[in-house]
């Protein structure tokens, strides 16, 4: 993709999107109301969403991702959410990688021990048949765990409790429970989202080896990013694993993931 600021007037900022096909988009942002839905201009595909074909819709996405990531980065304006900023989240590696190991292990220990004891989880947090919102046996399929950073890119505080998602082959939706804290507005948030290990390496040592599991869902969150717009991700975050659970990209393209 190619973007560009085409302009800014009355809290409007417009980008100049190309697409991979080389069509192009105007997309206007509006930066004083968050819940203004942006406008997007384009004469190449079908303006009604449904009439779209998959890819053209995934296309339209993407576009309408990188127009806000290039207000983001070219404008002085906070476009983005936290955990969709490559820098941000980059920052969050740094953090975790200069944590001292007793203060990782307090953190981090019931986020480890919920990701390979699902089961434990799924009874601490009710997620339990004839309970949930369907039938049969729910699934944790997803488990967040949050942290704040400073400017100097130290973890200042971890989010409480652990936000989980569940489902089960038999439902399309999925469902979560848990505590959805967020971080002050002076710190930036860094949220982890793993699913539950099927099986740790023999080998695998905590707490030394799961905090490299979470640099790597990290890493692997920056590579989703740059593909939730459309483009290839820099080579040294082009690597298989989970990042982001969903974003306009076919996560069935980027199988194996590792676990």
Known sequence: MKAKIIGTEDDIIGVQVI??????????ID???????????????????????????????QVAARARFEAHTQTEYEILRDGWVPRQLRRGIDALENMPVKEFDEAFREYYHALINPAKAKEEYGITEGEVEFPGEPQIVLIMKGFCINEQNEVVNVLPDLYLYYSNDYVDETYTTGHAASCSTDTTQITPMIPPFKEPPADFVYPED??????????????????????????????????????????????????
């Not at 997007?40 to 819709?57: G, I, K, L, N, V």
């Not at 890493?219 to 969903?246: A, H, L, T, W």
């Open 31 to 61: 930066v004083e109301n968050e819940d203004t839905e942006d406008l997007h201009a384009q004469e190449s595909y079908p303006f009604d969403s449904s009439e779209r074909t998959d890819e053209q819709e995934r296309i339209m996405n």
């Open 210 to 259: 799961f905090r490299g599991f979470l640099i790597h869902n990290i890493i692997c969150q920056i590579r989703d990013v740059y593909r939730n717009m459309g483009e290839k991700p820099p080579s040294q975050y082009d690597i298989d694993g989970f990042g982001k659970p969903k974003g306009n990209f076919d996560r069935d393209e980027y199988l194996p993931w590792s676990n």
């Open 19 to 28: 697409d991979p096909r080389g069509n192009i988009h105007l997309v206007e």
